[in-house]
């Protein structure tokens, strides 16, 4: 940090940690003064020493002034290359600019204004979401996702026109992008064209993140129907993808759901949501009941999870589930942890107790799947292992 090969007016001493009262408040001048320019009273020949290291400390030579208790320094250059990002300097102040998080505050600065670019070309792009851009040793791609079909836009900079690439959020680019921005296992690191990438760069307003959070969801309501095209009842109905991600894959996979656009509302059908967990493993996302108000499973009567996942053993809905369906069925509830094992137990075993002799077949059925599932090890690594936030 210090080089005394500089010509800058002071040398390195010991450390003295009880020199408590050595002025703070430098202040730059062109030439020697005699009297304060703040207080007009006289100036005298001092020094102020600047901690540099745990053992040593700069003397700079300046004036002095007693009443206001600043030191007017020459060479000031010098003075502020010491300060820059020196964490043992804390309170001292250059012409009233306190340098010891320098080269962050200047990051943060030309960060902002990098953004407040980026943000201008976003709203250059219809339906833009974000800005991205990935490097690596070879080469910058500039990456622009839209919730709608990709086109491509020129951009100058530097007197050069290149191409910034214009995709929808479920181009496989995008998914691929998108875990490498909200998947802190990858550490910003995606793969492009066989080639790994950091992500150097990404800009989104606060509107463009709630927009993602609906394309990203934490949670999504089941409701019959939704997310198959021969189920839209209504005009005002209509298909749409989210992006579910898949801990067996390590990136978001499109899924199908319903969007009411009155209540701006999404849901989809329980099949779709099994069927990707067999396939893609759990996606770590609340499942809703149809008619909540954003309280999950959890909130929920057993039964009523149970019941909306399919597991009956009374052919209610017209169908009649083998043994080996119920089993697998009341396994894969528990280890998607959207009811725990004890509390399916007891269901089971409270369905059992307040039957009576007319139900003797369906009793001997809670019977069998109690009996079955009590020593099952709970495995939620099949699923991917994913946790969800409850």
Same mark, same amino acid.
């Given at each position: 940090?210090?080089?005394?090969?500089?010509?800058?007016?002071?040398?390195?001493?010991?450390?003295?940690?009880?020199?408590?009262?050595?002025?703070?408040?430098?202040?730059?001048?062109?030439?020697?003064?005699?009297?304060?320019?703040?207080? =007009?009273?006289?100036?005298?020949?001092?020094?102020?020493?600047?901690?540099?290291?745990? +053992?040593?400390?700069?003397?700079?030579?300046?004036?002095?002034?007693?009443?206001? =208790?600043?030191?007017?320094?020459?060479?000031?250059?010098?003075?502020?290359?010491?300060?820059?990002?020196?964490?043992?300097?804390?309170?001292?102040?250059?012409?009233?600019?306190?340098?010891?998080?320098?080269?962050?505050?200047?990051?943060?600065?030309?960060?902002?204004?990098?953004?407040?670019?980026?943000?201008?070309?976003?709203?250059?792009?219809?339906?833009?979401?974000?800005?991205?851009?990935?490097?690596?040793?070879?080469?910058?791609?500039?990456?622009?996702?839209?919730?709608?079909?990709?086109?491509?836009?020129?951009?100058?900079?530097?007197?050069?026109?290149?191409?910034?690439?214009?995709?929808?959020? +479920?181009?496989?680019?995008?998914?691929?992008?998108?875990?490498?921005?909200?998947?802190?296992?990858?550490?910003?690191?995606?793969?492009?064209?066989?080639?790994?990438?950091?992500?150097?760069?990404?800009?989104?307003?606060?509107?463009?993140?709630?927009?993602?959070?609906?394309?990203?969801?934490?949670?999504?309501?089941?409701?019959?129907?939704?997310?198959?095209?021969?189920?839209?009842?209504?005009?005002?109905?209509?298909?749409?993808?989210?992006?579910?991600?898949?801990?067996?894959?390590?990136?978001?996979?499109?899924?199908?759901?319903? =969007?009411?656009? =009155?209540?701006?509302?999404?849901?989809?059908?329980?099949?779709?949501?099994?069927?990707?967990?067999?396939?893609?493993?759990?996606?770590?996302?609340?499942?809703?009941?149809?008619?909540?108000?954003?309280?999950?499973?959890?909130?929920?009567?057993?039964?009523?999870?149970?019941?909306?996942?399919?597991?009956?053993?009374?052919?209610?809905?017209?169908?009649?589930?083998?043994?080996?369906?119920?089993?697998?069925?009341?396994?894969?509830?528990?280890?998607?942890?959207?009811?725990?094992?004890?509390?399916?137990?007891?269901?089971?075993?409270?369905?059992?107790?307040?039957?009576?002799?007319?139900?003797?077949?369906?009793?001997?059925?809670?019977?069998?799947?109690?009996?079955?599932?009590?020593?099952?090890?709970?495995?939620?690594?099949?699923?991917?292992?994913?946790?969800?936030?409850?």
């Amino acid at each position: 940090m210090v080089d005394n090969n500089n010509s800058i007016p002071f040398e390195l001493v010991d450390r003295d940690l009880y020199c408590k009262n050595t002025p703070r408040e430098l202040i730059s001048i062109d030439q020697p003064i005699q009297l304060c320019p703040k207080c =007009h009273t006289r100036l005298y020949s001092s020094c102020v020493y600047i901690p540099v290291s745990e +053992t040593e400390q700069a003397k700079i030579l300046g004036l002095e002034c007693k009443i206001c =208790h600043r030191l007017y320094v020459l060479e000031i250059d010098g003075i502020r290359n010491i300060l820059i990002d020196n964490k043992y300097a804390r309170f001292f102040t250059l012409d009233d600019v306190d340098y010891t998080c320098f080269t962050e505050q200047e990051y943060r600065r030309k960060k902002n204004i990098v953004d407040r670019s980026k943000r201008e070309l976003l709203n250059k792009v219809e339906n833009s979401l974000v800005y991205v851009s990935l490097v690596n040793d070879d080469r910058t791609i500039e990456y622009i996702i839209t919730d709608n079909i990709g086109t491509e836009m020129k951009k100058k900079s530097e007197d050069q026109l290149y191409l910034i690439n214009v995709i929808k959020f +479920t181009d496989p680019i995008a998914i691929e992008i998108f875990a490498g921005i909200y998947r802190p296992e990858r550490k910003q690191r995606v793969k492009i064209e066989q080639e790994t990438f950091q992500i150097n760069c990404t800009v989104l307003s606060d509107n463009e993140q709630n927009e993602i959070k609906t394309l990203i969801p934490q949670d999504v309501k089941i409701k019959s129907g939704g997310g198959y095209e021969n189920r839209c009842e209504h005009s005002y109905c209509k298909i749409v993808n989210l992006l579910f991600y898949s801990p067996f894959e390590d990136r978001y996979v499109p899924v199908r759901v319903t =969007h009411d656009t =009155h209540l701006n509302d999404y849901y989809m059908d329980i099949s779709i949501y099994k069927d990707h967990v067999r396939k893609y493993g759990n996606p770590g996302i609340r499942l809703l009941p149809e008619k909540s108000t954003g309280n999950t499973f959890e909130d929920f009567a057993a039964e009523s999870i149970l019941r909306l996942y399919g597991y009956h053993v009374g052919g209610y809905d017209g169908t009649s589930l083998s043994d080996k369906e119920r089993l697998d069925m009341l396994k894969e509830i528990i280890d998607l942890g959207l009811v725990e094992k004890t509390k399916v137990i007891n269901h089971l075993n409270f369905l059992i107790g307040n039957s009576n002799e007319k139900y003797n077949g369906v009793r001997y059925k809670w019977e069998m799947d109690l009996n079955a599932i009590m020593p099952y090890k709970e495995n939620p690594a099949r699923f991917g292992g994913v946790v969800i936030d409850k």
